[in-house]
């Protein structure tokens, strides 16, 4: 099955600064890459995502980047402000209905 | 939009006792939902595939007897905590994915719910 690496596991960062988040899958079949925040207590929400038939995509202050012959992506958020702060997950999927595996996730703080 | 409702959000009960939380996609049809688990500071973990008019498909090591999940609706789906023990504690998500031919839709969630069996 499908194993997701995530690193690092906490990242503390000042606000303004750029945080970077990097993911490894292990199925090469995998076609799929969403990531998700979640808050304490709250619901995963879905902040990006980006299929293999691209490299990059950007979202105001968020990009992901795929390199699928490294399977990895990396999630990029720049200029961060306190409100980034939460725990982020990757994860892979394979396609169709197939489930989501995810990462172990990021815990990120941004300080003021 | 794609909004899923899931409920309760918070159940307090003693240990034995079944508790249903309903998992429901308020504007869209879901042919499959899934049903997570997750423990403080940990990652979500995948505890079955619920699909519309069949039986679920749990992962390995979850009790099927023990976590009973219905799927009835394309927009509905619950799961039964049955006979709860403390160690059933936990905050459980589920997520619902849009019928639209299996081309990698995204999941969306529900807002959890925090069971606590003292």
């Known amino acids: 099955g499908e194993n997701v690496e995530q690193h690092p596991s906490t990242l503390s960062v000042q606000e303004g600064d750029s945080a970077v988040i990097k993911c490894t899958y292990s199925?090469?079949?995998?076609?799929?890459f969403p990531w998700y925040k979640q808050e304490l207590g709250k619901r995963p929400q879905l902040i990006i995502d980006i299929r293999s038939n691209v490299g990059e995509k950007k979202d105001q202050r968020i990009a992901v980047t795929l390199n699928k012959t490294a399977k990895h992506f990396s999630l990029h958020i720049t200029e961060t402000q306190p409100e980034d702060s939460a725990v982020y997950f990757c994860a892979a999927l394979k396609g169709g209905y197939s489930t989501l595996t995810f990462g172990k996730g990021t815990m990120l703080l941004v300080s003021p | 939009g794609a909004v899923v409702s899931q409920h309760p959000s918070r159940v307090i009960c003693k240990s034995g006792t079944s508790v249903k939380i309903e998992c429901r996609s308020l504007d869209f049809q879901a042919t499959t939902m899934f049903w997570y688990r997750q423990f403080p500071k940990q990652s979500l973990m995948l505890m079955a595939t619920s699909n519309e008019g069949s039986k679920a498909t749990y992962e390995q090591g979850v009790e099927k007897d023990k976590f009973l999940i219905n799927h009835a609706s394309l927009t509905l789906s619950t799961l039964t905590v049955t006979s709860a023990h403390p160690e059933d504690s936990s905050f459980y998500i589920c997520?619902?994915?849009?019928?639209?031919?299996?081309?990698?839709?995204?999941?969306?969630f529900g807002d959890g719910t925090r069971l606590s069996i003292l």
């Open positions: 997520s619902a994915q849009k019928e639209s031919g299996g081309n990698n839709q995204p999941q969306h």
């Open positions: 199925d090469s079949a995998s076609n799929y």
